[in-house]
C-alpha cells in the first residue's frame, strides 16, 4: 500500500522562486493536512482541508496556499520562497471518524531555501 | 489554546533499560492523546492512543495511560531494544471534535547496545 506519497523528496530553492509540493492519498480519506517541522519546534500545522472543496488555515500559514484538488490530492504553494520556508513538510491524512482518528504521513519533502 | 509540553532530550539508554519519555498537555475538554514514532528519513507514525480520561494505550511493548488529573500522557517501555532509536512526539486532538492534531517538540532517543 503507497499510503501517503509527497513529491519531490528534496528541493532547494532561491529567494523569491515559487514551487508547489505536492500530496496524495490511496486511503480514500477525508481529510488532509500540511505539516512543517523544525528542531526545536514539533510539527506546526500550515492549512489542513476537512474534506474535498474546503482549506483552512493551521497555525502558521502565512507564506503559503494550498489547493484541494480532488479526494485524493493535497497540493501546498510557496509563491515567494524565503529562507525562513527552509524545513521539512510532513503531508498528512485522516479518516474522518472524529478526534480520535490517527494521522497517517508521508515521508516528508526536505525543503532548502538559499 | 492547545499545548503539549515534552520532555526534552535527547536521550540515550543502554538496551535492556527502563524508559520514561515525560509529556504533559493543556487543553479545554477532553482531547484525545498520542504517541507518534519518526525513524530516520521516514515520516511520523501512531504508536498508540488513548481517547479518554483512565485509558491505556499500548503498542510493540510501550503504554502509556491517560490522566486527567495530571493532564500527563507518559510513555514507557520496561526493556527497550536498540530498534526502539527513533524521535518520540506527544500529541493532542482538537478537544473541538475535528482531527487536527497538536504536537509536542519530539524527544531524540538513542538506545546502546
Known amino acids: 500500500n503507497a499510503g501517503v506519497t509527497q513529491t519531490p523528496k528534496f528541493q532547494v530553492l532561491k529567494t523569491g522562486q515559487s514551487m508547489t509540493l505536492q500530496c496524495a492519498q490511496d486511503?480514500?480519506?477525508?481529510?488532509m493536512y500540511w505539516y512543517r517541522q523544525d528542531p526545536g519546534m514539533g510539527l506546526r500545522l500550515i492549512y489542513y482541508?476537512?474534506?474535498?472543496?474546503?482549506?483552512d488555515k493551521g497555525e502558521v500559514p502565512n507564506g503559503y496556499n494550498v489547493s484541494r484538488l480532488n479526494k485524493r490530492e493535497f497540493s501546498l504553494r510557496l509563491e515567494s520562497a524565503a529562507p525562513s520556508q527552509t524545513s521539512v513538510y510532513f503531508c498528512?491524512?485522516?479518516?474522518?471518524?472524529?478526534?480520535?482518528?490517527?494521522?497517517?504521513f508521508g515521508n516528508g519533502t526536505r525543503l532548502t531555501v538559499t | 489554546g492547545n499545548s503539549v509540553t515534552q520532555m526534552e532530550g535527547p536521550v540515550t539508554l543502554s538496551e535492556e533499560a527502563f524508559l520514561t519519555i515525560n509529556c504533559t498537555y493543556t487543553?479545554?475538554?477532553?482531547?484525545?492523546l498520542f504517541w507518534y514514532v519518526q525513524y530516520p528519513g521516514e515520516g511520523l507514525q501512531l504508536l498508540l492512543k488513548?481517547?479518554?480520561?483512565?485509558d491505556k494505550g499500548s503498542n510493540k511493548g510501550f503504554e502509556a495511560t491517560y490522566r486527567k488529573e495530571t493532564t500527563s500522557f507518559h510513555l514507557e517501555k520496561g526493556s527497550v531494544q536498540v530498534s526502539d532509536s527513533a524521535v518520540y512526539f506527544c500529541?493532542?486532538?482538537?478537544?473541538?471534535?475535528?482531527?487536527?492534531?497538536?504536537f509536542g517538540t519530539g524527544t531524540r532517543l538513542t538506545i546502546i547496545p
Open positions: 498528512a491524512s485522516s479518516g474522518g471518524q472524529g478526534a480520535g482518528s490517527p494521522l497517517h
Open positions: 487543553a479545554t475538554g477532553y482531547p484525545s
Open positions: 486511503m480514500n480519506h477525508n481529510s
Open positions: 488513548a481517547t479518554k480520561a483512565d
Open positions: 500529541a493532542l486532538s482538537d478537544p473541538g471534535g475535528n482531527e487536527k492534531l497538536t
Open positions: 482541508s476537512a474534506s474535498e472543496g474546503t482549506t
